[in-house]
């Protein structure tokens, strides 16, 4: 009889390709991992590892039954969640992802409040790209994630909670610091800075702005929103930045200044991602109430 504990076992292996690692990550001994998996691939009668002393490969026929495997997990892991579904709210423990132009300014927003009203709660949070959150989040690995968007979400549940619009981060010797508002026009005489490839708020900026993708070949690059703005405070250009993070990237440095974009919002919007069958979801729509009012009032107060 194949177990749960098998399937985890294998799934484990699968994710770390390392015995030892997964047998830490399962938090038992390696012998007993490797005699459960091996014991695993008797009883189907298949081998889904080839392993030697350099590493750990996955056949054919063994990723179409890690597949399955997954799946059952997941199944699991949702009937557990609806069997909680009549307990105190957000008492089960949630992993979400976060891309890093939200989480450094989002989350010290909400999760003092969240602390506060359900001290139970135990939070995982994840900071990755979009891609990889959405990857993990339909595997399972995440419950849910914090994207902006316009982004693909085939496949996947989105509960948008806020919407904003860009703002243009220069210097105040530049004279686009004494517009009242600036257009993509104005953007495009100048020397503007962006995140590098794979930030979805690079293309949600240049869209914005009606920029060609080909404006950030003659660009300057930076790896964070932070970095940027430094660059932007040492002459060397201007950059957009979402509402939310105006308070932690600009309000300490005198010699920048914000303009509004003219072109017409919002810029981007927030929401949380989910699979399609998840079994916590109520969890994820208080999530999105607490999350916008706590916005919304910190909106209120500017």
């Known amino acids: 009889m194949v177990s749960l504990k098998q399937l985890n076992y294998v799934l484990a292996v ?8 997964a047998a830490d990550a399962c938090a038992v001994s390696q012998s007993a991992l490797s005699t459960a998996v091996a014991e695993l691939e008797n009883q189907l009668g298949v081998q889904i590892f080839e392993r030697n002393n350099k590493q750990v490969l996955v056949t054919p026929l063994g990723r179409q039954l890690l597949d399955k495997a997954r799946q059952i997990a997941l199944l699991v892991d949702d009937l557990q969640l609806l069997a909680q579904s009549d307990k105190a709210p957000l008492s089960h423990p949630i992993r979400i992802g976060v891309i890093p132009t939200i989480g450094p300014y989002l989350l010290p927003k909400v999760l003092p409040l969240l602390h506060e009203q359900y001290p139970q709660l135990r939070l995982t949070l994840i900071e990755d790209q979009s891609s990889v ?9 995440l419950d849910t994630a914090i994207l902006a968007l316009p ?5 996947l549940h989105s509960f948008e909670f806020w919407a904003e619009d860009f703002l243009l981060v220069t210097h105040k010797a530049n004279s686009l610091a004494r517009k009242a508002s600036v257009s993509g026009a104005d953007l495009e005489q100048g ?35 932070y970095t940027l703005v430094q660059m932007v405070a040492g002459r060397m250009g201007s950059t957009l930045v979402p509402e939310m993070a105006r308070s932690q990237l600009v309000a300490t440095n005198d010699a920048l200044r914000l303009v509004p974009l003219s072109e017409k919002g919002p ?13 916590g979801v109520h969890n994820i729509e208080r999530l999105k109430d607490m999350f916008r009012e706590q916005l919304l009032a910190e909106r209120g107060s500017n």
């Open 14 to 21: 699968d994710k770390t390709r390392h015995f030892k690692r």
């Open 133 to 141: 959150l959405a990857d993990k989040v339909r595997s399972g690995e």
């Open 151 to 155: 982004y693909p979400t085939e496949g």
């Open 191 to 225: 020397k503007l800075l962006l995140l590098s490839e794979g930030h979805c708020l690079k293309d949600h900026a240049l869209a914005a702005c009606s920029l060609p993708a080909n404006e950030s070949e003659r660009s300057l690059s930076g790896t964070s929103l």
């Open 267 to 279: 810029h981007r919007r927030i929401a949380f991602i989910t699979r399609l069958n998840y079994s």
